[in-house]
């Protein structure tokens, strides 16, 4: 299928805030999603976002959609040490015989002290 | 539910040897994947079954990969023969989405996630 497109790394200082940026590329996506996945661990679901909405906040998360350009953005506030994880961006894929996500090749985030 | 259950979660095996893996979906999900990651492809999807069909398989690599969906509670993912290029993590995850073009659902399509079984083939 055709690619998410995702920045592999980003390195922030604990206290800042982390944007990560993804471009997908189908129009008709019904659902946007941000995955996390901690290290030796499998990816779990941190928000998401319903096609016709902007903007979707979540305590520390914010959610930007620009469905004109196709960019989906992740803010992530008052970033911790914790928050260092890979996270991946996904976009719902919908045809006649069934549904999948199509995931970007994630965003490795380090947060230093 | 204790979550998508996959074994092993390590396996070291020589090229040439067959390797079974296996997943086990959250009860009452029936949507199954199968995704690899590797650092240079990333998360790729392999196949997923809807109701212990096969719906798509087209990112299954090669001839050598197969994938079978017996009952709702238990898949495999077999390569044979395994070759050093097949090594990687393999993630199995399950959902309970329905999910159509036009649609709306209070469903959100989460996918849950294995804790997936890093393959090494030497």
């Known amino acids: 299928g055709e690619d998410v497109e995702q920045s592999l790394f980003l390195s922030v200082r604990e206290g800042d805030s982390s944007v990560i940026n993804c471009t997908y590329t189908?129009?008709?996506?019904?659902?946007l999603y941000w995955y996390k996945q901690e290290p030796g661990a499998g990816l779990q679901l941190l928000t998401y976002?319903?096609?016709?909405?902007d903007m979707k906040q979540d305590q520390r998360l914010t959610v930007l959609l620009n469905k004109k350009d196709k960019h989906l953005s992740l803010r992530i506030a008052d970033t911790q040490t914790g928050d260092s994880a890979i996270y991946f961006c996904?976009?719902?894929?919908?045809?006649?015989?069934?549904?999948?996500?199509?995931f970007g090749k994630g965003t490795s985030l380090l947060v230093t002290p | 539910d204790a979550g998508v259950i996959q074994s092993p979660r390590h396996e070291v095996t020589e090229m040439g040897q067959e390797v079974t893996l296996r997943c086990k979906p959250i009860?009452?999900?029936?949507?199954l994947f199968w995704y690899r990651q590797t650092m240079m492809r990333g998360l790729e999807l392999l196949i997923y079954?809807?109701?212990?069909?096969?719906?798509?398989d087209s990112g299954m690599p090669e001839d050598r990969f197969s994938a079978k969906m017996p009952n709702a509670s238990f898949s495999t993912l077999k390569i044979q023969p395994s070759e050093p290029r097949d090594s990687a993590v393999y993630f199995c995850?399950?959902?309970?989405?329905?999910?159509?073009?036009?649609?709306?659902?209070?469903?959100?399509?989460?996918?849950?996630f294995g804790e997936g079984s890093r393959l090494t083939v030497l």
């Open positions: 995850a399950s959902s309970s989405l329905v999910l159509r073009s036009g649609y709306t659902t209070s469903n959100t399509g989460e996918l849950f």
């Open positions: 189908d129009s008709s996506s019904t659902y």
């Open positions: 976002i319903f096609s016709n909405m």
């Open positions: 996904a976009e719902s894929t919908n045809s006649n015989s069934g549904y999948a996500l199509n």
């Open positions: 009860s009452g999900h029936d949507y």
């Open positions: 079954f809807n109701n212990n069909v096969p719906i798509d």
